[in-house]
């Protein structure tokens, strides 16, 4: 069988969007590696799965699977590619789909930005979010052989972030790998470390779950507005600069519904046989 798919990026987080035909089988996990290979397949963070929209007031459903081939609840940057291969065929400029965390509302301008709302960020520790933890502004845990304090939120997908005062001199790979064996994030965590420029502006390198160090993090950039602004450092827009490009994000507050704007991307088509 020959699927037809869209490769995007946005901010250089990069994805395979490909409309899953109805009637068969997910790909399983060592399927998903294969196409993620740089080399020998198509290459990307997160293969984008689109199927029809559950009911009449939504225009399509998606799920995400990383590049190890775990199916993960989020990811903003592929909403937002999502939003714009919809709108290239059917001319739309506000959608609204289904993902796997609930509804994402998205809206294109006419300057090519797309936005998606992300929804209420959540604090409240769970049995695979922040286990065994008391919900705290900020959390210390060994980690690597260093105490290590950092903020979290879910976003439907669970991040940590680390305030650090240089991006580029963050131990990106070193801690990011060590916070996938804490018993506290028993699936895994999205990693941020946010150098904070000033109140509206930040840089952010991320080491997200299953893929490792990504040129850009949607939900990871929504995640570190959402702590700094807890925190008391940052205002309700922001800038966030990513090794593959620039976000913005805004948090209006705990009870607001998050949005993150930025560029898409479509940078080729092709055709796999399944």
Known sequence: MQLHFTKMHGAGNDFMVLPWPNGVALPDAQLVRRWADRRRGVGFDQLLLLSPAPTPDLDIAYRIFNADGAEVEQC???????AQYLSVAGGRTELKLASPSGVVEARLSGSGEVSVSLGLPRFAPTADFLAGQREAERYRLRVAGRDVEFGAVSLGNPHAVIAVDS???APVGILGEAFQTLREFPQGVNVGFMEIIDKRHLRLRVFERGVGETLACGTGAAAAVVVGRRWGLLDAIVQVDLPGGTL?????????????????????????TL
């Open 167 to 169: 991006a580029d001199a």
């Open 76 to 82: 903003g940057n592929g909403a937002r590619c999502i």
């Open 248 to 272: 913005e994000v805004e948090s209006q507050g705990p009870e607001s519904p998050l949005w993150l704007s930025g560029r898409t991307a479509a940078v080729y088509e092709g055709q796999i």
